[in-house]
Structure formats: structure tokens, C-alpha cells
T-cell receptor, first 118, second 118 residues
Framework: GAVVSQHPSWVICKSGTSVKIECRSLDFQATTMFWYRQFPKQSLMLMATSNEGSKATYEQGVEKDKFLINHASLTLSTLTVTSAHPEDSSFYIC??????????????FGPGTRLTVL | AQKITQTQPGMFVQEKEAVTLDCTYDTSDQSYGLFWYKQPSSGEMIFLIYQGSYDEQNATEGRYSLNFQKARKSANLVISASQLGDSAMYFCAMREIFFTGTASKLTFGTGTRLQVTL
């Protein structure tokens, strides 16, 4: 149980284009999902908390207009990197809480998406 | 202020031996949760073990156990009978609960890279 998927697993795009990343909870409903960014050999940095049916809560320093988050259903959250630039190249990971599971406080992570902007 | 501290950037352990990965934390909250995640080279964050601040017994999950010393604010991960597949980055994380009761964030440490040798 508590499986989270992400799509795509990797993407290469040209500078100036937008990229959408999907995060799905496969076997549970997630009212809250989280989006993280991880640079090589570094820890995870929380970007935003995605709430189903409402606006996302962004961490300080994260541009809301740059990283658009939509959590339209209890099993899907999307992160769109708009007008991507090379400095946006990174590993993006989502997570979700299974509030009904054995460990309701635990966040379960997707496999991550490696974004490369040329 | 840094809330999760992992002082070991890298550790080596021989196969079948036990290893302890250190984690100390800082919080003024009475209610919090501590987690350990494993990140292999593929990038996925794998949940290993959880310890609640009010749990009186140390958490155990198979070969993983958490040495929780509340007064010292430490939550060390012990891996028994190490296997080659245990080679990965290991992150300690803490969840704090805020007064609003909303889904609270995880704060991650900088990680420890464990290498299991023959």
C-alpha cells in the first residue's frame, strides 16, 4: 500500500518552454501532497504544500507564478514549471500522506522527475 | 536554525555487520514525529521507520530500529545485518505539528551516505 507515482520520470526541454509533472497516489486518497526539489548531493527542499481543492502553500523564496501547482482530485497533483530555464534543472519529488493508513503522519514519496532544461 | 543534524556525511560497514546512523534534532514542540528515509541511486525516497514523540518504546521495522533518546533529542537509526542493497543515502526527518492542525511539513537532515562492503 501507499504507492505514489510520478510522471514523467525524466524530461528534457528547451529554455522558455513549460513542463508539467504529475504526482498520483495509486492506492489511497491524499488531501495533501508535497513538492520537493533536490539538487545533486543535497537534501530535499520543500517547495510547496498542495491541498486538494484549494490553493497551494508555497515556501518562502519559491515563485508561485513559476511553479504552478494544481491539486484537482484526491489522487492527483501537478507541478508545472513555467518558462523553464537551465537553473530550473533539478530533481523534483512529490510526496503524499495517507491519513487513513497505518502511519498517518508519514509522507510517501514518488520516484522523482529529473528535469533538464537546455 | 537547523533542526535536523546528521553529522556523518559518509559511513562504511561490512556486510552482515550492524551500523548506526546518527540524527539529532531541535524542537520546542511537545508533539512531533521522526522519520528515516532511504534514497538509493535511483532517487526514490523509501520510508523506513517512524517514531512518535510520545511513543515509549523504540520503533522497529525488520532490520531497522530507531534508538530514540528524547532527553538527548537524538533518533539514531540502527541497521542490523547489513546487506549490499543497503548502500544508499539515508535521511532523517522531523515532522512538527502546528496549532492549526493542518498537514505539517517535514524537515530533512543533510543525509548520510552508507556504503556496505564485502
Amino acid at each position: 500500500g501507499a504507492v505514489v507515482s510520478q510522471h514523467p520520470s525524466w524530461v528534457i526541454c528547451k529554455s522558455g518552454t513549460s513542463v508539467k509533472i504529475e504526482c498520483r497516489s495509486l492506492d489511497f486518497q491524499a488531501t495533501t501532497m508535497f513538492w520537493y526539489r533536490q539538487f545533486p548531493k543535497q537534501s530535499l527542499m520543500l517547495m510547496a504544500t498542495s491541498n486538494e481543492g484549494s490553493k497551494a502553500t508555497y515556501e518562502q523564496g519559491v515563485e508561485k507564478d513559476k511553479f504552478l501547482i494544481n491539486h484537482a482530485s484526491l489522487t492527483l497533483s501537478t507541478l508545472t514549471v513555467t518558462s523553464a530555464h537551465p537553473e530550473d534543472s533539478s530533481f523534483y519529488i512529490c510526496s503524499a500522506r495517507d491519513a487513513q493508513g497505518a502511519h498517518p503522519d508519514t509522507q510517501y514519496f514518488g520516484p522523482g522527475t529529473r528535469l533538464t532544461v537546455l | 536554525a537547523q533542526k535536523i543534524t546528521q553529522t556523518q556525511p559518509g559511513m562504511f560497514v561490512q556486510e552482515k555487520e550492524a551500523v548506526t546512523l546518527d540524527c539529532t534534532y531541535d524542537t520546542s514542540d511537545q508533539s512531533y514525529g521522526l522519520f528515516w528515509y532511504k534514497q538509493p541511486s535511483s532517487g526514490e525516497m523509501i520510508f523506513l521507520i517512524y517514531q512518535g514523540s510520545y511513543d515509549e518504546q523504540n520503533a522497529t521495522e525488520g532490520r531497522y530500529s530507531l534508538n530514540f533518546q528524547k532527553a538527548r533529542k537524538s533518533a539514531n537509526l540502527v541497521i542490523s545485518a547489513s546487506q549490499l542493497g543497503d548502500s544508499a543515502m539515508y535521511f532523517c526527518a522531523m515532522r512538527e505539528i502546528f496549532f492549526t492542525g493542518t498537514a505539517s511539513k517535514l524537515t530533512f537532515g543533510t543525509g548520510t551516505r552508507l556504503q556496505v562492503t564485502l
